[in-house]
């Protein structure tokens, strides 16, 4: 479902929320990635309310944890109809969720283990892949608060990643044209590559780090 003016948004439903800790389980799960007020991320996993099916959701801040050991504050939210889990697009401001939303990841998940406070839960999806838990902590300032914790990364090793060198201009004895080539006025400036990882990093033709030097760049990796 993509968003349009007569689209749905991602209000809340108006069905009774189901326990995650005693509802029947589901197979899918899905990301979004929600730039609201503040960017964070909607995790959501189908369970089941009666005979429907619906998306289990928690606002997770700072997305589900992605090294051993880490633990990331997950909010209960609302339960969504399933419709709600291939929405992608803008949410009109003053509009519940207001902002734009992305899907992050998606892909099912197997329940491994629960009990009265905790659900332990396999993702295979099209990013994550790994063991995490959802740990719940009880009430504070009126939200249910959780912990989102990873047992076991799962994802195969990637690539090798190269080292930061911004190319760099070539002189030329005398002008030329070339359909093999690509030529661009040369700027005054740096020249500097930008990594993106879990923050935003700027490393110059010098292989020094000039983050600090470019406040306004700090959130591309969002």
């Known amino acids: 479902m993509t968003s349009s003016s007569d689209d749905q948004d991602l209000a809340p439903d108006s069905f009774t929320d189901v326990d995650p800790l005693t509802a029947p389980i589901?197979?899918?799960f899905v990301i979004q990635q929600h730039h609201a007020t503040r960017l964070h991320h909607d995790f959501r996993l189908e369970m089941m309310n009666g005979d429907s099916p619906v998306l289990?959701?928690?606002?997770?801040?700072?997305?589900?944890?992605?090294?051993?050991?880490e633990r990331h504050l997950a909010i209960r939210t609302p339960d969504h109809s399933m419709e709600h889990a291939t929405f992608t697009g803008p949410i009109p401001e003053g509009e519940y969720g207001g902002g734009e939303v992305r899907i992050f990841d998606r892909g099912e998940y197997e329940l491994i283990d629960r009990n009265d406070e905790?659900?332990?839960f396999r993702l295979e999806g099209e990013r994550l892949a790994g063991i995490?838990?959802?740990?719940?902590?009880?009430p504070k300032d009126g939200k249910e608060q959780w912990l989102a914790i990873m047992s076991e990364d799962r994802r195969p090793s990637g690539e090798v990643r190269p080292p930061p060198e911004p190319m760099l201009a070539t002189l030329t004895a005398k002008p030329f044209d070339d359909i093999d080539w690509v030529f661009e006025p040369k700027?005054?400036?740096i020249r500097a590559i930008v990594v993106c990882d879990e923050e935003t990093r700027l490393v110059s033709r010098n292989h020094r780090d000039v983050t600090v030097a470019y406040p306004e760049l700090h959130r591309l990796h969002e």
């Open 26 to 28: 589901g197979k899918l």
């Open 56 to 69: 289990v959701s928690w606002a997770v801040p700072k997305g589900l944890p992605r090294r051993r050991g």
């Open 118 to 120: 905790r659900l332990t």
């Open 132 to 138: 995490w838990h959802l740990v719940h902590t009880g």
């Open 187 to 189: 700027w005054d400036g």
